[in-house]
């Protein structure tokens, strides 16, 4: 790492001017100072031939070792080739989502992208043209068989043993006896 050039006092004493001031740490870390004199984080890096900038936080909320601890972070992000943003984006979305699905769960609806999530989609779009009877039927079985033991897993995480024990309960409940059949064994 490069010689660390910024010290508390001379972030405390940094006076805002007419434009825009860098207050450089060295390794891509500087202090953005602005007109109105808010002072803000910001750390440079280079990625896939770009260069880019990371917004770190903003002084004095975010101290100078706190800068310095999440620039090595980012820094370590990049180097094993991953871009820190795309990150924190990705990041963002995932606790979008778990909010969204706190809302969905708290309102009686299912969890989005989990099976009976999916499933409800996929009824809506197949059974349009369906008989009422047909479709109550299937929404009922997809209710009975399907949704108290699977339908709370996101869907790209439910797996061919998941859905073997559901299709079992299914299997053994259906059962039909093979001496109702007339007597005869049933080939």
Same mark, same amino acid.
Do not use: C
């Given at each position: 790492?490069?010689? #660390?050039?910024?010290?508390?006092? %001379? $972030?405390?004493?940094?006076?805002?001017?007419? /434009?825009? $001031? @860098? &207050?450089?740490?060295?390794? *891509?870390?500087?202090?953005?100072?602005? =007109?109105? *004199? %808010?002072?803000?984080? +910001?750390?440079?890096?280079? $990625?896939?031939?770009? @260069?880019?900038?990371?917004?770190?936080?903003?002084?004095?909320?975010?101290? &100078? &070792?706190?800068?310095?601890?999440?620039?090595?972070?980012? +820094?370590?992000?990049?180097?094993? *080739?991953?871009?820190?943003?795309? !990150?924190?984006?990705?990041?963002?979305? #995932?606790?979008? !989502?778990?909010?969204?699905?706190?809302? +969905?769960?708290?309102?009686?609806? =299912?969890?989005?992208?989990?099976?009976?999530?999916?499933?409800?989609?996929?009824?809506?779009?197949?059974?349009?043209? /369906?008989? #009422?009877?047909? /479709?109550t039927r299937v929404l009922a079985a997809l209710k009975r068989d399907t949704f108290p033991w $699977?339908?709370a897993y996101p869907i790209d995480d439910i797996k061919a043993t998941d859905l073997l024990p559901v299709l079992q309960r299914i299997e053994k @409940?259906?059962?039909? =006896? +093979?001496?109702?059949?007339?007597?005869?064994? !049933? @080939?």
């Amino acid at each position: 790492m490069a010689k #660390e050039l910024l010290t508390d006092a %001379a $972030i405390r004493n940094a006076k805002a001017q007419d /434009k825009d $001031i @860098r &207050l450089s740490d060295g390794s *891509g870390l500087y202090l953005l100072v602005k =007109p109105n *004199g %808010a002072k803000w984080w +910001r750390f440079d890096y280079s $990625i896939n031939n770009k @260069r880019k900038t990371l917004s770190v936080g903003v002084y004095p909320a975010v101290s &100078l &070792l706190d800068a310095r601890r999440k620039a090595t972070e980012a +820094r370590a992000t990049v180097a094993n *080739g991953t871009d820190p943003s795309d !990150l924190r984006k990705s990041k963002k979305v #995932e606790l979008q !989502l778990q909010i969204e699905n706190q809302k +969905r769960i708290e309102a009686g609806k =299912p969890a989005l992208d989990s099976f009976e999530h999916i499933a409800l989609e996929w009824f809506d779009k197949m059974m349009a043209n /369906k008989t #009422e009877n047909y /479709k109550t039927r299937v929404l009922a079985a997809l209710k009975r068989d399907t949704f108290p033991w $699977i339908g709370a897993y996101p869907i790209d995480d439910i797996k061919a043993t998941d859905l073997l024990p559901v299709l079992q309960r299914i299997e053994k @409940r259906n059962a039909i =006896p +093979r001496q109702l059949h007339g007597g005869a064994a !049933l @080939r």
